[in-house]
Antibody
Framework: DVQLLQSGAEVRKPGATVKISCKVS????????IYWLQQAPGKGLQWVGL????????RYADRFQGRVTVTADTSEDTAFLELASLTSDDTAVYYC??????????????WGRGTLVTVSS | QSALTQPPSVSGSPGQSVTISCTGT?????????VSWYQQPPGSAPKVVIF???RRPSGVPDRFSGSKSGNTASLTISGLLPEDEADYYC??????????FGGGTKVTVL
């Protein structure tokens, strides 16, 4: 069975940095891209960034550009999301998800359970 | 403001059908068949129920169906069951291969 095991909840002060993880099992880690998605309390889903573990290529959503870093450690089959200069607007659940593609389309087929990041002074 | 437009809520009685729309542009929903739908029950992670506009992953009941016309995609849930009560999100990819989301629709089973 495929599992995406995310790290536990984090609390940070404004201006701090947080780094959360997503350990993959059940498929070859380098085969698919890992996305990070943000869901603020009572709000919808937003894309944060992605990493292709095969070649470490990354892309980031414009609204997070400059303060987000997504990485992959192929020795541990684990992806990481690091978000700096935190504000209260970053308080949210962050999901990692595996993007699988066929010849015509892609979808997020596997999801972690989410990691709650709370930013509070 | 989300890139794709969904109604905030829809409701129906058990056994009825509900349809959720997802409106984008010719640069995302209208561009190829790269629309997916996700179901998110309260307190849980999302789960894909439709991909490539109308295809169902294994294990998803055939009560769930998807379609697309122009720049608007739709998800229909037939024979509504209490366990269908959840938030539903549509996604698509832009011509730049960037994923965009709808704002989500809350489905209530009356």
């Amino acid at each position: 069975d495929v599992q995406l095991l995310q790290s536990g909840a984090e609390v940070r002060k404004p201006g701090a940095t947080v780094k959360i993880s997503c350990k993959v099992s059940g498929y070859t880690f380098t085969k698919y891209c890992i996305y990070w998605l943000q869901q603020a309390p009572g709000k919808g889903l937003q894309w944060v960034g992605l990493v292709d573990p095969e070649d470490d290529e990354t892309r980031y959503a414009d609204r997070f550009q400059g303060r987000v870093t997504v990485t992959a450690d192929t020795s541990e089959d684990t992806a990481f999301l690091e978000l700096a200069s935190l504000t209260s607007d970053d308080t949210a659940v962050y999901y990692c998800a595996t993007e699988r593609c066929n010849a015509n389309a892609c979808s997020f087929d596997y999801w972690g359970r989410g990691t709650l990041v709370t930013v509070s002074s | 403001q989300s890139a794709l437009t969904q109604p905030p809520s829809v409701s129906g009685s058990p056994g009825q059908s509900v349809t959720i729309s997802c409106t984008g542009t010719s640069s995302d929903v209208g561009y190829r068949n790269r629309v997916s739908w996700y179901q998110q029950p309260p307190g849980s992670a999302p789960k894909v129920v439709i991909f490539e506009v109308s295809r169902r992953p294994s294990g998803v009941p055939d009560r769930f169906s998807g379609s697309k016309s122009g720049n608007t995609a739709s998800l229909t849930i037939s024979g509504l069951l209490p366990e269908d009560e959840a938030d539903y999100y549509c996604t698509s990819y832009t011509t730049d291969n960037i994923v965009v989301f709808g704002g989500g629709t809350k489905v209530t089973v009356l």
